[in-house]
């Protein structure tokens, strides 16, 4: 079935460094989101994309959806404590209408 | 909005006994899912639900799980027997017809001894 594949597993950042998150399809998507979850939380919607290069900021989080809507990426500039936790992203399968969960991204900050 | 309310929060068991699990969506949320979560297989679709109608349970692992949604505000999700490798975090999520993002519940955290 269609899969994506999400790297690096694991990320430990120092403080103020920048963290990216990358998610990868063999198939075109129609459309991804992206979930955040705090250690010993559960899973929060941050944002979806849906147009090809679509490109969406939150805050210092910029997500970024590829030209052929096969990739996507999350990138945290200026990384702060509060953003530890694994970043999830998901992929919307419209024929079964149903969410599929990339494997996460934890990330760890170092202050 | 009191988000989606998962109960209980915590589950010790002991292997061979029932397990109930609850849930109530978001009022007025046309869509309900289960969810389970190890370190090995990360976070997996056990079934989801349209107007309480169970539309794909693909994911339940075996006969030993079963799922219910009697009304548009509770469902349940039962393991009988429970097995030492059911121990997960079981996560109940809603949302509204369309694409639109997922709202968690805090979910249950199952140990099967």
């Known amino acids: 079935g269609q899969q994506v594949m999400q790297i690096p597993q694991y990320q430990h950042v120092q403080e103020g460094e920048d963290f990216t998150t990358y998610c990868n399809s063999s198939t075109t998507l129609s459309n991804i989101q992206w979930y955040k979850q705090r250690p010993g939380g559960h899973p929060v919607f941050l944002i979806q994309?849906?147009?090809?290069?679509e490109v969406k900021k939150q805050k210092r989080l910029t997500f970024q959806f590829g030209e052929a809507k096969k990739n996507s990426s999350l990138h945290i500039t200026a990384t702060q404590t509060t953003d530890v936790g694994t970043y999830f992203c998901a992929i919307f399968m419209e024929y079964g209408n149903k969410l599929v969960f990339g494997a996460g991204t934890i990330l760890r900050v170092k202050s | 909005d009191a988000g989606v309310i998962q109960s209980p929060r915590h589950e010790v068991t002991e292997m061979g006994q029932e397990v109930t699990l609850r849930c109530k969506p978001i009022s007025g949320h046309d869509y309900l899912f289960w969810y389970r979560q190890t370190m090995m297989r990360g976070l997996e679709l056990l079934i989801y639900?349209?107007?309480?109608?169970?539309?794909?349970d693909s994911g339940m692992p075996e006969d030993r799980f079963s799922a219910k949604m009697p009304n548009a505000s509770f469902s349940t999700l039962k393991i009988q027997p429970s097995e030492p490798r059911d121990s997960a975090v079981y996560f109940c999520?809603?949302?509204?017809?369309?694409?639109?993002?997922?709202?968690f519940g805090s979910g249950t955290r199952l140990t099967v001894v």
């Open positions: 999520a809603s949302r509204p017809g369309g694409p639109y993002g997922y709202t």
């Open positions: 994309l849906v147009k090809s290069g």
């Open positions: 639900f349209n107007n309480n109608v169970p539309i794909d």
